[in-house]
């Protein structure tokens, strides 16, 4: 199931600013308001749908979790673009979707890694227990990397920018300006839920008074505004094991998002995509290469410059090499767990395409040698 395209349908690319946004969302309610085109069913869906698109890419928390359910969402039966822009599921549909399968604890398709990345982007309470007192773990923070051929196969350290959370050290994560008071939650009344009946079921969700900490700041602090903590940019550095495939994930526990009320942090989960290489080819723990020959050299045999992951070395061709076979060097594959592959040569013999007569000449003697 796709997702609605919400920037297509504003007509704005991924990384429009916001006035951007504001003056396309104004231009295109002008032409499609019911007022305008009275009657006009297409244009009423039109303007519902813009205004849709419009309440999700405007607000700067929702559009960060919907540019997450674009970019990951796939992963997960319910991601990606609906090509044509509309159609698909809504920002809201996925929502309900998510929280339902979280009531349950059995979304389906999904299996835990559903809940560790998309734990994360929404906040929707725990409806499973009211102890928003209680310690909990941090979330989970998804990142991704793209590292060179070379650092895949051989391993090394390679630098991640993230924007991470730390704890404010002007108010101890407290969120209160030094010396200022908190009062009880008049919304909750100190419990930091709300509990609503639902036919049979009383279900209870986080206060969204005081987030759940059943008390009020009454002035916030001035260093991060209340949230008690902060975010910056910091680099972090990432250990790439030798042999490391594409699309693995290398996971550094604690590095994720802060626990709240004193609960551990979460984990920092990151993607490790391997750039392609312009010689070597990889197929498990074994590298392949591609080496041209002419036809004299491949009846003759001769001597090659074989490149490996370690620099050049020089191999033996034998004489009467068949195109397309296959060498093999062993021990100058991919390093893994104690275990190193091998690099297979894949032999090419180029036939020329223009002879002189003398070569005419000569190959004619060859032929009556019985070749
Ligand atoms: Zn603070
Ligand atoms: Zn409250």
Redesign the pocket.
């Known amino acids: 199931m796709a997702v609605k395209d919400y920037y297509k349908i504003l007509g704005v690319p991924e990384k429009a600013t916001p006035a951007e946004i504001k003056k396309k969302y104004l231009k295109l309610v002008r032409k499609y308001h019911p007022d305008k085109n009275p009657g006009d069913k297409q244009a009423e869906e039109k303007f519902k749908e813009i205004n849709e698109a419009h309440d999700v890419i405007s607000n700067p928390e929702k559009r960060k979790k919907y540019d997450m359910i674009r970019q990951y969402g796939s992963q997960f039966n319910f991601g990606g673009s609906a090509p044509g822009g509309s159609g698909g599921m809504s920002y809201e549909d996925i929502l309900k979707n998510f929280s339902a399968g979280k009531r349950r604890k059995s979304y389906k398709n999904t299996g835990g890694s559903f809940q560790d990345i998309f734990s994360q982007f929404f906040d929707l309470g725990d409806f499973s227990s009211s102890q928003t007192h209680a310690p909990q773990r941090g979330k989970n923070i998804l990142s991704s990397i793209t590292i060179p051929f070379e650092t895949a196969i051989k391993g090394g350290n390679q630098f991640l920018k993230l924007e991470t959370e730390s704890i404010c050290e002007q108010c101890n994560g407290s969120g209160a300006e030094p010396g200022s008071k908190k009062n009880s939650?008049?919304?909750?009344?100190?419990?930091?839920?709300?509990s609503v009946n639902q036919g049979p079921f009383a279900t209870s969700y986080v206060?969204?008074?005081?987030?759940?900490?059943?008390?009020?700041i009454e002035t916030p602090c001035k260093k991060c505004n209340g949230a008690g903590k902060l975010v910056t940019l910091k680099t972090i550095k990432v250990k790439i094991p030798r042999g490391i495939e594409n699309n693995s994930k290398i996971r550094l526990k604690g590095k994720g998002a802060l626990g709240i009320n004193n609960g551990p942090p979460g984990d920092l989960i990151i993607r490790i995509f391997v750039q392609p290489h312009s010689t070597f080819k990889r197929n498990g723990l074994n590298l392949e290469v591609e080496i041209s020959i002419t036809l004299v050299n491949a009846l003759l045999g001769t001597e090659i410059n074989v490149p490996t992951m370690d620099g050049r070395i020089k191999m033996k061709i034998p004489s009467g090499t068949q195109p397309n076979s296959k060498l093999r060097i062993k021990g100058k594959g991919v390093p893994s767990q104690g275990k190193r592959g091998d690099l297979i040569i894949k032999v090419l013999v180029k036939f020329p395409k223009k002879l002189t007569e003398e070569q005419k000449e000569l190959i004619k003697k060859l032929k009556e040698t019985g070749l």
């Not at 919304?187 to 839920?193: K, L, S, W």
């Not at 206060?207 to 008390?215: I, L, R």
């Open positions: 939650c008049s919304q909750c009344q100190g419990r930091g839920t709300i206060c969204p008074a005081c987030q759940g900490k059943g008390e009020i």
